[in-house]
């Protein structure tokens, strides 16, 4: 049992670049969500799925673009990457949207040159 | 505007002292109160959770304390370890709201 998959583990990116980061699960939860890490900013929301074909944004979800075609996978789209998108990202997942457990990633480490 | 607000930034406790992080929240609609630990390089995992209709809940060394008229909740590491060394995080949600987390404390238990 996997868990949550993310792929890559590190990035170096140009500006202007666009990439996919992306996230797998094998629980078979419905809800998954992006976050970014940054120094003393905690854990913030990008985007969530509360299921397949349906996704939302969360708290800073410019720049990034998602879709959820399928249960097990949620990637994480950069338009045109910027300095400021260079962060750590995890994936979550959890049964349902709500108070259950949330699973995470082991994360990317994305940096914007 | 952030509505859990998590104290200390960064915490240094002596091994077999006691840790204690501190957060508050804002919105009474508030119903599960989760903590995360993060070691470096890894994801966040569930540590402990409760909800506002208990006050305490223990489990081996972590307890979480819940003030639920003064909006405030504690994680409490008994004879902290140098293993516990991590970052921790607070968290709430109110019934199907996405998780809204701390900024994090960064504890280091020295040997």
């Known amino acids: 049992n996997a868990g949550v998959t993310q792929t890559p583990k590190f990035q170096v990116l140009k500006t202007g670049q666009s990439m996919t980061l992306q996230c797998a699960q094998d629980?078979?939860?419905?809800?998954m969500s992006w976050y970014r890490q940054d120094p003393g900013m905690g854990l913030r929301l990008i985007h969530y799925s509360v299921g397949a074909g349906i996704t939302d944004q969360g708290e800073v979800p410019n720049g990034y673009n998602v879709s959820r075609s399928t249960t097990e996978d949620f990637p994480l789209r950069l338009l045109s990457a910027a300095p400021s998108q260079t962060s750590v990202y995890f994936c979550a997942s959890s049964y349902n949207r709500g108070p259950s457990e949330a699973f995470f990633g082991q994360g990317t480490r994305l940096t914007v040159v | 505007q952030q509505q859990v607000k998590q104290s200390p930034q960064s915490l240094i406790v002596q091994k077999g002292g006691i840790s204690i992080i501190n957060c508050a929240y804002e919105?009474?609609?508030?119903?599960?109160f989760p903590w995360y630990q993060q070691f470096p390089g890894k994801g966040p995992a569930l540590l402990i959770a409760i909800r506002p209709d208990v006050s305490e809940k223990k489990e081996g060394r972590f307890t979480i304390s819940f003030n639920k008229s003064a909006k405030q909740f504690s994680l409490h590491i008994m004879d902290s370890q140098p293993g516990d060394s991590a970052t921790y995080f607070c968290a709430a949600i109110s019934g199907y709201s996405t998780l809204t987390f701390g900024k994090g404390t960064m504890l280091l238990v020295s040997p």
């Open positions: 629980m078979n939860h419905e809800y």
């Open positions: 919105n009474t609609a508030f119903d599960y």
